[in-house]
C-alpha cells in the first residue's frame, strides 16, 4: 500500500504513514526506506521514531542501533528507568536523537536461529548486547549493538516480544522485510524517509547532472537523434 509523494516510485510521508497505520488492520509494517540496513545505512534514523514519540497511546515497534545506550542499560539493570538520547545525530541525515524517559524492559545477549530462512538463506543473527525499552507512551524500542537487517521475526520474538501485540512494526528496509513480516503484517507501508538509502530521487544531491532530465524537469523532452 502506497501513496505517491515525490516525482519517482510512491511512498507516503511520514505524518500520513502514522495516521494510516492506526486507521488500519494492524500490525502495519512501515518500511523505513532512508534507512534500509540491507543497502548499507547505519540503522540508526529516528525520523518515524520522532513521529511516533508524538503519539498517545503508541503500540509500536522500532529498532535502533546504538552501543553507547546499551552499555548504559546494562549498568542500570531490568527496571530502571533512565532519561535516554538514542540514535541519530545533530545536523546528520538520520535525524536528531530521540530523547526521552524510557524503562527498562529486558536485556539480551542478541543472538538468535531463524528455522525458515527469508532473504539470502540467513538463519544465524548476532545483533550483540540488546535492551527492550519501554517510552512512557508505549513505544517499544530496541536497542541493538550490532545492526540488524530484519529479515526474521525471530529479532523481535527471541526478545519475548509479540509482533501481533503492536499496531505498527518499523522495518528499516525496502523488500526484504517483505517475506519475513508477512504471516503477520496485513498491511505494508513504505514511508519516504531522509537518509542515505532513500528511495525518492528528489532527496539526493547531485553535482554532476544534465538538465533537463526528466523525472527532475516533468517538461524535459527526448529529440530524435540523427
Not at 30 to 52: C, H, P, V, Y
Not at 127 to 138: K, Q
Request: net charge negative; proline share 8%.
Amino acid at each position: 500500500m502506497a501513496a505517491p509523494n515525490g516525482n519517482v516510485g510512491a511512498y507516503w510521508d511520514i505524518s500520513t504513514a502514522v495516521q494510516k497505520s492506526q486507521e488500519l488492520e494492524g500490525p502495519v509494517c512501515l518500511l523505513e526506506m532512508g534507512d534500509n540496513i540491507g543497502a548499507g545505512s547505519a540503522a540508526k534514523a529516528t525520523w518515524i521514531a520522532q513521529a511516533l514519540m508524538q503519539e498517545g497511546d503508541c503500540r509500536a515497534y522500532v529498532a535502533l542501533c546504538d552501543p553507547a545506550v546499551v552499555a548504559g542499560a546494562q549498568q542500570a539493570g531490568i527496571g530502571a528507568s533512565l532519561q535516554l538520547s538514542i540514535g541519530g545525530q545533530p545536523d546528520e541525515i538520520d535525524g536528531i536523537p530521540l530523547k526521552g524517559m524510557f524503562e527498562i524492559v529486558s536485556l539480551h545477549a542478541g543472538r538468535f536461529a531463524e528455522d525458515a530462512p527469508q532473504h539470502g538463506g540467513k538463519t544465524e543473527f548476532d545483533m550483540g548486547p540488546t535492551v527492550i525499552l519501554l517510552a512512557t507512551n508505549g513505544l517499544t524500542l530496541q536497542v541493538t549493538t550490532h545492526r540488524t537487517s530484519p529479515w526474521s521475526l525471530g529479532q523481535l520474538t527471541h526478545c519475548g516480544l509479540d509482533p501481533p501485540a503492536f499496531q505498527i512494526i518499523v522495518a528499516k528496509g525496502g523488500n526484504a522485510p517483505l517475506a519475513a513480516y508477512k504471516d503477520v503484517c496485513p498491511n505494508f507501508i513504505r514511508v519516504d524517509t531522509p537518509g542515505i538509502t532513500s528511495a525518492n530521487m528528489e532527496r539526493l544531491a547531485y553535482t554532476h547532472r544534465r538538465s533537463p532530465m526528466y523525472p527532475f524537469e516533468r517538461d524535459a523532452t527526448w529529440p530524435p537523434t540523427q
